[in-house]
């Protein structure tokens, strides 16, 4: 097959989640024998080139008008300012109608190009956000399927708050023009479809992980490790609450903190002896993040909303005993108690409790270690994900 999917977060760039899965499945349907083109379009100020390849991956970032690398540093307050005045005033408006159709003849140029058999896009847009008016996504001359990796009306609704009509309008029509929508979790299916009132069968195709290459990096005592974005859905506030007690209890003990977001909001909650014990390390690479994961004790993810869990994942997969949330998506990725612990977002007390207890447990710590590792083998990796995916593919083509 010839596989054009649409990603707007491809590494080595920042990216969350929804970036490393399209990664990694491409990389693998390439390993597969298929022809992978990946295709985005991009924020203003994104880094990376234009046109490269990966592992054999085609990746062509297409830029909106506006594009300067005067907007790359997002998080700067001034950034922040400049995106809210340009919205208000309707210039981003204007610029992501002109954009989308420039786009669309990109597309489907790459379409014609490399004779694309199939299109898969995830449902999450970062553009609609800024839109002020219904701004349609290009309908493409292919068969597409749409991947939950979750909406933003969808993360809002998880946290109790109604989305903005023209937001949700516009996420919903995502849904309803897919040939067949896709999803990473069973929770993000069945949430996903009641928010939505999408009624037809969503297939479930979990986040694929690279097992095969074994970390083998030192554990360093004490050393324990969060990554992802510094937003309250993903709970780094109850984290930092958390390691308020952790510090107290475990002074040897040491935080490390990994992903993009305004640090100053988070680290407010820390005494200063809990400050003394974090470090902030922001964006990291690839190889920098699987050595962090791979050397630390304990992973901590007390989220309050995912669609799968790709962090909690990643760092079963490099052999760290992880701490996930009992919420969503996490019962679907570790079983409470084999795989790993589940701790309530909300039980700041339960989250260091388990913290202490792996940091103090070499037995538990060990055993959590080999079988966290041994589910992501069984149930993620990603040759039997992309091989789900190929299954799907192939069906979807069958009924052109």
Not at 53 to 77: C, I, P, Q, T
Not at 171 to 193: F, N, P, Q
Not at 353 to 374: A, Y
Request: proline letters at 3%; glycine letters at 8%; charged letters at 25%.
């Amino acid at each position: 097959m010839n596989i054009l999917f649409l990603c707007d977060e491809y590494p080595p760039g920042r990216h969350g989640g929804i970036g490393t899965a399209v990664q990694m499945q491409a990389r693998e349907m390439v390993r597969k024998g298929h022809k992978v083109i990946v295709a985005g379009f991009y924020d203003w100020g994104y880094g990376g080139a234009d046109k490269e390849e990966d592992n054999g991956v085609l990746v062509y970032r297409f830029r909106r008008g506006l594009d300067s690398s005067w907007f790359h540093k997002k998080d700067a307050k001034r950034v922040r300012a400049t995106y809210r005045l340009l919205k208000m005033t309707g210039l981003f408006q204007r610029d992501i109608e002109r954009s989308l159709l420039k786009y669309r003849d990109f597309l489907e140029g790459l379409i014609e190009q490399y004779q694309v058999d199939l299109i898969e896009k995830p449902d999450f847009n970062e553009y609609m956000q800024y839109c002020t008016r219904v701004t349609h996504f290009p309908a493409l001359s292919r068969l597409t399927v749409v991947k939950l990796h979750g909406t933003i009306s969808y993360m809002l609704k998880e946290r109790g708050i109604e989305p903005p009509g023209l937001l949700l309008q516009m996420e919903r029509e995502v849904l309803h023009t897919a040939d067949l929508v896709t999803s990473v979790s069973e929770y993000t299916a069945r949430k996903t479809a009641g928010y939505f009132g999408y009624t037809r069968a969503i297939p479930v195709v979990y986040n694929g992980i690279e097992t095969v290459r074994k970390t083998s990096y030192p554990k360093v005592a004490g050393q324990v490790v969060f990554t992802g974005s510094l937003v309250e859905k993903k709970g780094i506030f109850q984290l930092m609450k958390a390691w308020n007690i952790v510090a107290e209890k475990e002074p040897g003990a040491r935080l490390l903190v990994l992903g993009k977001g305004h640090v100053e909001k988070v680290e407010v909650l820390l005494s200063a002896a809990a400050r003394a014990a974090v470090e902030f390390k922001g964006h990291v690479s690839r190889q920098q993040l699987m050595q962090d994961l791979a050397g630390s004790q304990v992973a901590v993810f007390p989220s309050y909303a995912e669609t799968f869990g790709m962090a909690a994942a990643e760092a079963m997969a490099a052999g760290t005993a992880t701490i996930f949330s009992t919420r969503t998506s996490g019962p679907e990725v570790i079983r409470d108690e084999i795989d790993g612990l589940l701790a309530d977002p909300d039980d700041v007390e339960s989250i260091a409790g388990k913290i202490l207890r792996i940091l103090r447990d070499e037995e538990l710590r060990t055993r959590l270690e080999l079988s966290g590792r041994q589910r992501v083998e069984e149930q993620f990796e990603i040759g039997k994900v992309a091989e789900r995916n190929s299954e799907i593919y192939q069906r979807l083509l069958g009924t052109r």
